[in-house]
């Protein structure tokens, strides 16, 4: 499926390299190096496919209690009474805990209001039911158009709207003016969660005034901070663990009542704890993607440049939350202006989820471009290559552009609606995409230990995209030894720090901090072997796991090598440096989609992702992480939209029987180009290659059919409403 | 790089009990992303007095409105944060 990593020219960095960084730079890949950047599976597949691998939902502690907690099925209310009574006769209770008080207000059905411990799962759902809360309703309000109503009453304290960060760039008024065409729409773009596989939870033993927590989270040593915090005990008092976790897309980095609650009701009850959202919960309460709307005039020149561009946006991120996002996304328009406002609704809370902003802001904006392109009478790439910004290491959208269109076809794409004859339409889109990527909180601990082994210590954590794997390579590449030669220990505070896992920054977090521990380790043990080889530690080198004086003569196999240490081991601690890490990275992507104009039905063909991220550590893992982003952004194209009723502010389908996701019938061929980027260092790539699959299906289905979708997702009824109105030549 | 999700929250300023994704997240600074679009604010916040994105008053958790004049705001480092009003258990 995926193509060979490609080189590019060199590339500035910005980050001024330390002298360590200087000195055990990364080896240009792939050519010269054993592992690094080839295609390595990892280093836990077995373990998460046999069932071996534990996640916070298969931690059992003895004599565990199980938390469950209640929810308030209003929308917006004042709680008047909370009535424990009945639920502590219950069969198995052990605990209740009320996390808000009466006369505090619930501002979403799903707001958490109390919780209940019992010795049973069923036995703290039965016992949850039977906690009787009085409420007094309020008005509410689960639209943007509603909130955005002056007549609707102030829900909000501090209002039901709030302006955002407004732009105010050259002369918009006369760029309209000398514009040769100025067009007008809005786009929109639907809230949706965050849906994942492992439901947001953890489980919490008290030992003495010492807690350990296994939670599953983005990062244990920010939970442990916030734990500490919401218990008032000293952070050394708290150890949190995540060894494997099912997914967080940015909704588990903060220590929120899945993980509060049982630590309480643990200390309340002496006994260990464990509360796992179910699905509903996970819907109401764990985040979402804000709404995006946009209603954009823009002005373009006779000759196809894009010259002014004006918004008036808005979105909702829930009760109290913002919803902003970049607008115009990546192309240049030299005169802007936009305002923003932010609107509360009686629902769920945003929380970050995978590229925060740029998939809405990018929608909007690929989806105009097209329009632009038809409007100048000229190709869309084309179009887009006029008003992208220079070409730069971190913007090379423009090139990508040329490269995706000769590996896909794109000349073989038909103009605008012509996708073909009788009711199966095809057509072709393509998008861009940027994010900064690059972390800088990592420390890494490295042990050679005399039986050879060599451990490798690091606080971060895997979401499910392969860190685990890349510790491994940065060690084993650095120390010239077999990858099965290290272990990689990482998710557990008593590791040395890191930082959260979220923004694509892990990887450049972490990989600069275990290469320069690593080449520490490796001139150590030289140092230390010398005298048994020849007493000059420069002339010697470890290749494929031998220790061997350079161009021949006595070589020892690791083993030996390493029982020569004794009873001392080689023990090096280092932190990030800059130098072998960067930021921002450019990526481009194409759609192919068939339409059935008589069910309304948009099938994705196939997409092609060209993505850089600087050096690729492992082409596997990062080639998965394009083919997720690409699968995410389907999802956001096609199916899930978080449905809430508006007479009764209750979400509709908080399930994932109502709320659609891919099927693996739906996930088209997927090709990935991975830009190698050797000479930028390590940048990240988590974020990008969700972000512009969406805008490139939409553009797609306007190729093939000449209707344009403006707003997600591309549900049936959507996309027969906009061919009608294209067939009655109208805006849909 | 400018994280896009970093606000500004000033300690000193802001109450020391907001939280959000870039305090844990950490990232290199890099005003050159702005090449690409202007600045914005995606970002979500909480309280972790009380793990919810609501103050200890029931209020949305922003930094314009955790500042000083709140009645749950704590600015000074030295002060200890009185117990969270609610979470009370029985």
């Known amino acids: 499926m995926a193509e060979e990593t490609m080189q590019q020219p060199p590339a500035a960095n910005p980050n001024e390299p330390s002298a360590n960084a200087k000195k055990y730079a990364w080896t240009v890949p792939p050519a010269k190096t054993a592992i690094l950047s080839h295609r390595v599976e990892r280093v836990d597949g077995p373990a998460k496919v046999s069932g071996a691998a534990r996640y916070t939902y298969d931690i059992n502690r003895p004599g565990m209690l199980w938390a ?20 502590k006769q219950a069969p198995g209770v052990r605990g209740v805990l009320a996390w808000k008080d009466p006369g505090a207000e619930v501002m979403y059905q799903g707001d958490v209001v109390a919780a209940v411990a019992a010795d049973s799962e069923d036995h703290a ?3 949850a039911r039977l906690v009787k809360i009085t409420y007094e309703t309020l008005p ?24 955002g960060q407004a732009t105010d760039v050259g002369d918009v008024a006369a760029a309209f003016k000398s514009a040769a ?23 919490c033993e008290w030992t003495g005034d010492k807690l350990t927590a296994w939670v599953t989270t983005q990062g244990v040593h920010g939970v442990r901070q916030q734990l500490a915090a919401a218990l008032k005990i000293p952070e050394a008092n708290v150890r949190v663990i995540c060894e494997y976790m099912g997914g967080g897309f940015g909704s588990k980095i903060a220590a929120d009542a899945s993980v509060v609650i049982p630590a309480r009701l643990a200390l309340v009850t002496g006994a260990p704890v464990k509360m796992m959202f179910d699905r509903k919960e996970e819907h109401l309460d764990t985040g979402n993607r804000p709404s995006a709307f946009s209603k954009v005039r823009a002005g373009v020149s006779a000759d196809g440049k894009c010259v002014a561009f004006e918004a008036e946006t808005w979105g909702t991120g829930g009760a109290g939350q913002g919803a902003q996002f970049p607008l115009p996304y990546i192309y240049q328009f030299a005169n802007r202006k936009r305002a923003h406002l932010d609107v509360y609704i009686n629902a769920g809370n945003q929380r970050p989820m995978r590229a925060p902003g740029h998939p809405q802001g990018c929608f909007a904006t690929e989806v105009l471009m097209d329009e632009l392109a038809d409007l100048v009478k000229m190709d869309p790439l084309e179009f887009r290559l006029k008003n992208l910004p220079p070409t730069a290491p971190d913007a090379m959208w423009g090139e990508y552009f040329k490269i995706g269109a000769k590996k896909f076809g794109w000349d073989k ?10 009711h199966l ?10 994010w900064g990527g690059g972390g800088r ?30 510790v491994g390579i940065v060690a084993a590449d650095t120390l010239g030894v077999p990858l099965s030669t290290v272990k990689a220990q990482i998710g557990d505070t008593d590791l040395p720090f890191a930082g959260a896992s979220g923004g694509s920054t892990t990887t450049a977090g972490i990989s600069p901090a275990i290469r320069i521990a690593a080449g520490r380790a490796k001139e150590a043990l030289l140092a230390r072997l010398a005298p048994s080889l020849g007493g000059d530690a420069s002339k010697l080198e470890i290749v494929n796991g031998r220790v061997q004086v350079k161009g021949g003569g006595k070589s020892l196999t690791w083993k030996a090598a390493c029982k020569l240490l004794g009873q001392e081991p080689i023990s090096i601690d280092n932190a990030w440096e800059p130098g072998l890490s960067s930021v921002n990275t450019s990526g481009v992507q194409f759609a192919e989609v068939t339409v059935d104009t008589e069910t309304g039905i948009v099938k994705v063909d196939r997409v092609l992702a060209i993505q850089d991220c600087g050096l690729v550590i492992d082409t596997l893992t990062a080639e998965s992480q394009v083919y997720g982003g690409v699968i995410s952004s389907i999802n956001f194209a096609l199916f899930e939209d978080r449905l809430l009723d508006r007479r009764t502010g209750q979400m509709v389908n908080p399930n994932m029987e109502h709320y659609l996701l891919a099927s693996i019938a739906d996930v088209p061929k997927v090709e990935v180009m991975l830009m ?34 403006r707003s997600l997702p591309l549900h049936p009824h959507r996309v027969l409403a906009a061919l009608e109105a294209h067939k009655a030549g109208r805006k849909a | 790089m400018l994280h896009p999700d970093s606000p500004a929250v000033v300690p000193g300023v802001q109450c020391e009990h907001i939280r959000h994704k870039s305090m844990y997240v950490m990232t290199v600074d890099n005003p050159q992303a702005l090449r690409f679009f202007d600045p914005y604010d995606t970002a979500s916040y909480w309280c972790q007095e009380t793990s919810e994105a609501f103050g200890p008053d029931g209020h949305p958790v922003r930094p314009d409105c955790c500042v000083g004049g709140r009645g749950c705001c704590r600015t000074d480092p030295d002060t200890e944060a009185a117990p969270a009003h609610h979470h009370g258990q029985d």
């Open chain 1, 68 to 87: 469950r907690a209640i929810r308030s099925p209003h929308p917006h209310a004042k709680i008047v009474e909370i009535d424990f009574s009945a639920a």
């Open chain 1, 125 to 127: 759902r039965d016992a």
């Open chain 1, 140 to 163: 509410f309000s689960v639209r943007e158009a509603s909130s955005k109503d002056p007549a609707t009453p102030k829900i909000f304290a501090t209002g039901n709207t709030r302006p």
């Open chain 1, 181 to 203: 065409h100025v067009y007008e729409a809005t786009y929109d773009t639907q809230v949706i969660t965050h849906v994942c596989l492992e439901t947001h939870g953890a489980v």
């Open chain 1, 413 to 422: 794409r038909r103009a605008t609606g012509e996708g073909g004859k009788g």
């Open chain 1, 425 to 434: 339409r095809t057509g072709m889109g393509v998008s861009a995409c940027q």
């Open chain 1, 441 to 470: 909180a990592g420390n890494a601990h490295v042990d050679i230990l005399p039986d050879g082994s060599v451990v490798v210590k690091v606080g971060t954590q895997d979401i499910g995209t392969g860190a685990r794997t890349v």
């Open chain 1, 676 to 709: 190698n980027m050797p000479e930028r260092g390590v940048i990240g790539i988590g974020e990008p290659p969700t972000v512009p699959t969406a805008s490139a299906i939409a553009n797609a289905v306007r190729n093939a059919t000449g209707a344009t979708l």
